[in-house]
């Protein structure tokens, strides 16, 4: 994992301004293009060294066959999907007038490492090696090795409609009991928050709308009480949820300029950290650990845990949809500012086997939040809107499995 975190900041730090294909049929440059976002490839200039085609799925998702290796990509979604693999990319791929620009990082680094047998990236020379493939065949028999799942996976994956026939999310208050998670504001005004008591009162407001919506509904603690980051995701299989959501109260970097001013709300979905702010926000709530006695707290990077296990890569997608629609949600009633939706590797949602998200509902350190935050009026808005999005995910679901008839 550390490896593939320095590889792709060596990509973003010191990449090629073109790089040489070189293939069966020739040799050619292809220039890299310096967007904002970062290193990007037009698609289409890869060919004829590169066959390369492109098969418009909608709602801005593609199908690609490059040298043989198919893959589907979306429109400003940072991952790819490639054999029965969800891949994080540092950056997403997107359409300029018309022309599908992929990162870098799918072409010197993901494709070469699933599909060795065809690509092979020299980064020294700056060159990417194409070897011959069978004739415009079906792309079966390539060598994506496909990782075994864990049992409990295999059952979630299936989303039951439980025997109820009820979708079922599973709503978690973010610490407890010893684990006060963050405590605020940081300018104090004589009354102090712990997020612990926030996030409860939000998730409990959260389970009875969702409830009174028809929705089965899970709570990994109703209590003051702490349990396990791992036992929330595990609660979370055992009960065959849907989704998981869990809800959390930032805190602001002390060395930020003015950390007290700090404010907005945010939600993030599991994958790579791609920001030292995302990174922040990681190590913040993954401390939680700290306080679960006869828990030696390892300090691997959870996602070498996700890296090796592809089955939570799967729900990437759908978990970035989620949060996509809990953002646009408490867009509606937050004073902000929205913070966007962000990725990072919490060790609480690295056990769940479904689509699962992170909402940061504002700063416990901002005075202002905080007085929002506690305000039962407030909590209830909050949780209505993180409710809606939920509720337009499951309904957007089901249409979109109804369709596919499965
Ligand atoms: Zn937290």
């Known amino acids: 994992m550390i490896v593939a975190v320095l590889l792709a900041a060596q990509i973003a730090a010191a990449h090629p301004a073109v790089i040489t294909i070189r293939g069966q049929s020739g040799e050619q440059k292809v220039a890299v293009a310096e967007k904002l976002s970062g290193p990007a490839i037009r698609l289409s200039a890869l060919s004829p060294v590169i066959p390369v ?3 418009s799925l909608g ?4 199908r690609v066959t490059l040298a043989g290796i198919e893959f589907f990509v979306a429109d400003q979604a940072p991952f790819m999907e490639i054999g029965d693999r969800v891949l994080p990319l540092a950056t997403a791929p997107f359409l300029d007038n018309g022309d599908l620009f992929l990162p870098l990082q799918v072409l010197v680094e993901q494709l070469p490492r699933a599909a060795s047998n065809r690509l092979r990236y020299d980064m020294a020379k700056a060159e990417l090696l194409v070897f011959a493939a069978p004739s415009a065949g079906p792309t079966a028999a390539l060598a994506v090795p496909s990782r075994s799942r864990p049992a409990s996976s295999a059952a979630s994956r299936k989303r039951t409609t439980t025997h109820t026939g009820k979708r079922r999310v599973v709503v978690d208050a973010g610490h407890g009991g010893p684990d006060n998670g963050m405590s605020g504001p940081l300018r104090g005004e004589g009354f102090r928050v712990h997020e612990k008591h926030i996030t409860l009162a939000v998730a409990k407001r959260l389970a009875s709308i969702l409830q009174s919506r028809g929705v089965d509904v899970v709570m990994t603690r109703t209590t003051d009480t702490l349990i396990a980051l791992s036992d929330r995701g595990r609660i979370a299989n055992q009960r065959n949820g849907d989704v998981f959501v869990s809800i959390h109260v930032n805190a602001a970097n002390l060395r930020w300029p003015r950390p007290e001013a700090a404010r907005g709300f945010e939600t993030y ?6 920001t030292e702010d995302a990174r922040r926000v990681e190590r913040m709530e993954n401390e939680s650990v700290k306080f679960e006695t006869g828990v030696t707290a390892d300090k691997d990077d959870p996602l070498s845990f996700i890296m090796n ?3 939570q890569n799967e729900h990437l997608r759908e978990s970035s949809e989620l949060a996509s629609m809990i953002q ?12 966007g939706v962000k990725q990072a590797g919490f060790r609480v949602l690295v056990t769940a086997f479904m689509p699962a998200v992170l909402v940061e509902i504002g700063f416990g350190t901002n005075v202002d939040e905080a007085r929002f935050l506690t305000q039962p009026q407030r909590q209830q808005e909050i949780a209505t809107a993180v409710a809606a999005a939920t509720m337009k995910y499951l309904e957007h679901y089901e249409r979109r499995v109804g369709l596919a008839g499965r």
């Not at 979905?269 to 791609?274: D, G, H, R, V, Y």
């Open 269 to 274: 979905f599991l994958a790579e950290a791609k």
């Open 53 to 55: 085609s492109i098969d």
């Open 328 to 339: 646009a949600s408490l867009g509606d009633m937050h004073p902000g500012p929205d913070r």
């Open 59 to 62: 709602g801005g998702r593609y």
């Open 309 to 311: 296990d592809m089955a």
